[in-house]
């Protein structure tokens, strides 16, 4: 009667999740995520709290947690609430909770009210000059060989590209925006077989988010492990995507109980990872998935400056028969503009040509966008930084400032061991 979900009240009275559980930890409040629930007393202090700040507290009605909260919350949406990210006067407030590396909390739903968080594209613009935007989160997608990676990112593009790979099979990280119903959302796929280790450890490395897709009839598979310890090593929040809950053979359960073998334990087994039942042929299950990835980034708080400095990775090099060198480039800060010279270790190009992932030519590319760039003549290395340069000029000298520290590096490693061995006596 007298509970309300934190995201629910943050809606309702206009701050954002994180502020909210900023709030929650000065007052040593426990909870799992924005989707566990408070008492009454407890939201009496927060409106107190945010009152003193200053804060212009809207509605705010305590209300029922039924098992489908309701998604229409007439005038309470994000674009009615006062934009309160500003918070300079912030009382005894301690920082936002560190998310355990490869978890995220969620209270035992299995699955999440529709259309209840707020959506990443309706945010409140961000008061304060010294607040950056927000920018969408990069998703990568990992897991064991044919567990439905690939198929599971189509349904949630309306593409085919499993359908196009040769043999069906994800030879390469590939980067795909996705405009969902919750917002923006960047995907990176990853391949499953086992030979492209390094390649999911530079998906996990770029990624706010893993999901970590097994399939609900083959459970844990070597590669599954794998993919969890690459997103557990990154530090990424992680959840886990059962797929392929239509077949008839699927056994949840039984990848649930897997998982708690790893220390992974679901939140209704009494822990705090999010695990979500979905189907990448029926489409059952991905709206709540979708859910959870903007929950989980609005928790992380992602934010970058679109007018800052460049700075990207780069998620795949490749040439093109036709093209020629093809490097898909993940833009993490600044703006890459066409004509802009790139630095990737001592290689540099300059982007002649842009492309979104759609195939469309685009100037200019702001913060969590992937594009295709053509320019470089040769092919830079996936998971390499990569950094803008004012003209060729620059570019050159940003090159051979690295050649020659890396020379450097490598003589003083040749003295050491002549050093070394004269010691020895050899
Ligand atoms: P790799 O990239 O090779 O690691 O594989 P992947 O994980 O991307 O798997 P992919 O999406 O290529 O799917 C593998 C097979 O599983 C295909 O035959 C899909 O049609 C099938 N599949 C994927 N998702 C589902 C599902 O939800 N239900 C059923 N029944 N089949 C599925
Ligand atoms: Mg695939």
Known sequence: ???????????????????MLEILDGLGVQYKSVSSTIEEDTVELIKQILAEEGTQVTGGQVEDVSPTVDA??????????????????????????????????????????????????????????T????????????????????????????????AKEAGGITQHVGAFEAQTSKGRIVFIDTPGHEAFTTIRARGANVADIAIIVIAADDS????????????????????VAINKIDLAQADPDRVKTDLTQ?????EEYGGDLVVVPVSARSGEGIEDLLEYIILTAEIEDLRADPKGE????????????????????????????????LVVGEKYGKVKAMTDTNGGRIKSAGPSTPVQVLGFSEVPDSG???????????????????????????????????????????
């Open 310 to 341: 460049f700075a990207g990775v780069i998620i795949e090099g490749k040439v093109d028969k036709q093209a020629g060198v093809l490097a898909t480039v993940m833009v993490q800060q600044g703006t890459l503009n066409l004509g802009d010279f």
């Open 72 to 129: 229409a919350e007439p005038g309470t949406g994000p674009t009615s609430a006062p934009a309160t990210a500003a918070q300079p006067t912030a009382p005894a407030v301690t920082a936002p909770p560190e998310p355990a590396p490869g978890q995220m909390s969620s209270e035992g739903r299995p699955t999440p009210p529709a259309a209840t968080a707020t959506q990443v594209e309706e945010r409140p613009a961000a008061t304060a000059t």
């Open 384 to 426: 390499e930084k990569v950094v803008a340069a004012k003209n060729e000029h620059a570019a050159r000298e940003i090159v051979q400032a690295r050649a020659s520290d890396r020379r450097d590096v490598e003589n003083a490693r040749v003295r050491s061991r002549l050093t070394l061995e004269e010691m020895m006596g050899s």
């Open 220 to 239: 844990l598979m070597p590669q599954t492990r794998e993919a969890i310890a690459h997103a557990q090593a990154a530090k990424v929040p992680m959840i």
């Open 262 to 266: 790893l220390n992974l334990v679901p």
């Open 131 to 162: 607040e950056l935007p927000h920018r969408a989160p990069v998703v990568t997608i990992m897991g064991h060989v044919d567990h439905g990676k690939t198929s599971l990112l189509d349904y949630i593009r309306k593409t085919k590209v499993a």
């Open 1 to 19: 009667m007298s509970k309300i979900r934190i995201y629910t009240l943050a809606k309702e009275v206009g701050v954002e999740n994180h502020r």
